[in-house]
């Protein structure tokens, strides 16, 4: 059996999976429910309420990937300075609650966070006034790092574990001090692993709804939720679909804005 006939298997898979649904989500984004032409489904993103919603995913997957950058390269940094067996197990540990299902996950949060939840609780036991986080914009962040750091130190941590040890030694015998050195040599060689962290974090906080719905309580609605609103509640398919297109949009230019950057510092690398 050649080659082809083992990627029949995969062809299928992508046809019926990727090509498919992307066809009709083309198909319902540029048409009316009549079936004619139009562009008022793309167009709509103009709207006020559509509009903030867009913007407000923005913000917090903005601040989300942010976050996410700040805690994920010291750690990834310390994972990488750790001996083989210690760093094995503590990635395994780190990695571990990935294997629950996401929503389980965001719905632990939920329980944590609420009014009579675990986290008041444990202040209320301390004598400390409780905090009301619960269905606001900062519990979706939380909800969004939590959910996604792994998707940032996982990439960092492969860049940093390819750095050759004697490039570093050698800036350190040069007279380059840990600062100097981590600015012009540590932190460009690893910047492609950054910026994959930063797609893989900004794309699912970009596009999500179910984190939005569980802890921000269906008070803030990013453009998610209102995608799936219109799918589910108003069955307005048409435009949910150019909606998702608008979305998609973003994610295209953010992917077209990661391969660039990584096809310049494999550039430089070679120089």
Not at 57 to 65: A, K
Not at 131 to 136: A, C, E, Q
Not at 194 to 218: E, H, K, N, Q, W
């Amino acid at each position: 059996m050649s080659k082809k006939h083992l990627s029949i298997p995969y062809a299928v898979w992508m046809l019926i999976f990727v090509l498919i649904p992307l066809v009709l989500i083309l198909f319902y984004g540029f048409t009316t429910r009549d079936g004619a032409f139009t562009m008022d489904n793309i167009l709509s993103i103009a709207q006020p309420e559509h509009r903030k919603a867009l913007w407000l995913s923005f913000l917090l997957s903005f601040i989300s990937t942010a976050v996410c950058l700040l805690l994920s390269y010291p750690l990834a940094m310390i994972l990488n300075k750790m001996s083989v067996n210690q760093n094995s197990f503590i990635v395994f540990i780190f990695i571990l609650p990935m294997w629950m299902n996401f929503l389980l996950r965001t719905m632990a949060w939920q329980n944590i966070l609420e009014r009579n939840g675990i986290l008041n609780r444990i202040l209320e036991f301390f004598h400390l006034p409780a905090l009301n986080l619960i269905n606001t914009p900062y519990a979706i962040v939380l909800g969004m790092v939590y959910n996604f750091l792994p998707f940032m130190v996982l990439p960092i941590y492969n860049s940093l574990i390819r750095i050759d040890k004697d490039v570093i030694n050698a800036a350190h015998d040069l007279g380059a001090s840990n600062s100097y050195t981590f600015r012009k040599i540590i932190f460009p060689l690893t910047l492609p692993g950054v910026m994959s962290g930063i797609l893989m974090v900004f794309i699912p906080a970009m596009t999500t709804f179910v984190i939005s719905d569980l802890l921000g309580g269906g008070k803030i609605l990013l453009i998610g939720n209102v995608i799936e609103q219109e799918f589910k509640q108003a069955n307005n398919w048409n435009l949910g679909s150019g909606l998702s297109l608008v979305l998609m949009l973003f994610i295209v230019i953010s992917m077209i804005v990661d391969a660039v950057c990584n096809k310049d510092e494999e550039e430089r690398s070679l120089w």
